[in-house]
């Protein structure tokens, strides 16, 4: 696995906001059952529904699927996790449950908490468990009766923690510590490094053909994109990202409300995150209703959607479908004679002339600035640019 962060918590950070019961337990390890059968212990039986297991492992790797569904892994450090078992007992989050990381849970606590200090002298040996010295366990008390038949039927198997954290980038597949900065990198390091530079350099096609191998970057996507990536942030910010975003998807939002520029790697996640995402808006309305519009937004919303194709039909890489309804700039359904200009863009007349326009699909108007009065919001620019122009220095 190369991509790999080490979990941690900041001062003004979240960190553990919630416990929810799951059916498949990111440390792998399930919780038990606690009743007089199984466990030899008079304070436990079957009429305190109660469950006990492993909140968090130090150093036990948990999988993540980024945005793209492409994996990386992250951990805790034994230091961490008593931190965060302090917090969340300082915070008074007892009874913040959920279930399956989704609705939340009534008539459920977290009573008993430590962290293990003693591998082999441990309360949690007396039901069973054999875990590393930092692991933070926990018996939960299950009044809610309906979760409390999951638990018995084997519904639900383990916890799994909700929180808010520092992604620190670790050692990838080179051995190099990422997180380092470059002057701080020893000889070996740096040798390592330059060698993998350069074998990705002549692996480029364009350096065999001469060209430049610097990648371009962009950053003309409009106040639309800017003001989502902003109000996304806004509402984590206040409200917390919850079970919501990735380390990429986070970054996103940040380099967007920014406006710092971004390559054309990065446009063609953009595009195809959102294209792919944007049914997830029908049953997503509002940033506190799942993380479909939360994270929709942080990747630049329906104005990023338009940015992005019409930057990637610039350059080639998206073409303009025939057979589709064609609009002009202002919003204004055309269904006259069409021609291309020499880029090969759209235009309304069989022949150029100074009253062409730029023809455009309904969904790229939204990346435009938008016209009063029209059939897409927004404000009219004083003069109609071509998006094959935005960037030219020409």
């Not at 799951?22 to 199984?38: C, G, H, S, T, W």
């Not at 006990?52 to 948990?62: E, F, Q």
């Not at 998807?249 to 792919?276: C, H, V, W």
């Amino acid at each position: 696995m190369e991509n790999v962060f080490e979990l941690t918590v900041e001062d003004g950070d979240e960190g553990v906001f919630a416990i929810s019961f799951v059916a498949q337990p990111a440390i792998e390890r399930d919780f038990i059952y606690l009743n007089k059968a199984e466990i030899k212990f008079a304070a436990i039986d079957d009429e305190k529904h109660l469950v006990a297991g492993p909140l968090l492992v130090p150093d036990k790797r948990i999988l993540r699927l980024d945005t793209f569904n492409q994996p990386y892994e992250v951990y805790f450090t034994a230091d961490t996790i008593e931190k965060l078992a302090q917090q969340y007992l300082t915070k008074k989050y007892n009874d913040k449950v959920t279930y399956e990381h989704s609705s939340d849970v009534k008539d459920v606590s977290l009573v008993e908490s430590w962290v293990i200090a003693n591998t082999f002298k441990d309360k949690s040996n007396q039901y069973g468990f054999s875990l590393p010295k930092g692991t933070w366990f926990g018996i939960m008390k299950v009044n809610n009766p309906q979760l409390w038949e999951d638990v018995k039927a084997g519904k639900v198997k383990g916890f799994s923690i909700e929180g808010e954290f520092e992604h620190t980038e670790m050692k990838n597949s080179l051995g190099i510590d990422l997180s380092k900065n470059i002057d701080d990198l020893n000889d070996g390091e740096s040798e390592v490094l330059l060698g993998y530079i350069k074998n990705l350099i002549k692996k480029d096609k364009r350096y065999g053909r001469g060209e430049k191998l610097v990648e371009e970057s962009y950053s003309d996507y409009g106040s639309g994109v800017k003001g989502n990536a902003k109000r996304a942030l806004e509402w984590a910010n206040e409200n917390g990202w919850g079970s919501c975003g990735t380390p990429v998807g986070k970054q996103r939002a940040n380099q967007l409300a920014k406006g710092e520029p971004i390559s054309l790697d990065t446009i063609k996640r953009m595009y195809s995150f959102l294209s792919r995402h944007e049914g997830d808006l029908v049953s997503s309305t509002a940033y506190g209703d799942g993380c479909g519009k939360l994270m929709y937004d942080a990747w630049g919303g329906k104005a990023g959607l338009g940015w992005s194709r019409n930057k990637l039909r610039e350059l080639g890489l998206v073409e303009l479908k025939e057979g589709v309804p064609h609009y002009t700039a202002d919003g204004k359904l055309y269904e006259g004679p069409t021609h291309k200009d020499a880029e090969g863009k759209l235009m309304t007349g069989e022949t150029h002339s100074e009253d062409s326009e730029y023809l455009y699909h309904r969904e790229d108007l939204e990346a435009l600035p938008s016209i009063p009065n029209s059939t897409y919001p927004g404000e009219k620019a004083k003069k109609i640019v071509s998006p094959a122009l935005i960037g030219n220095d020409k």
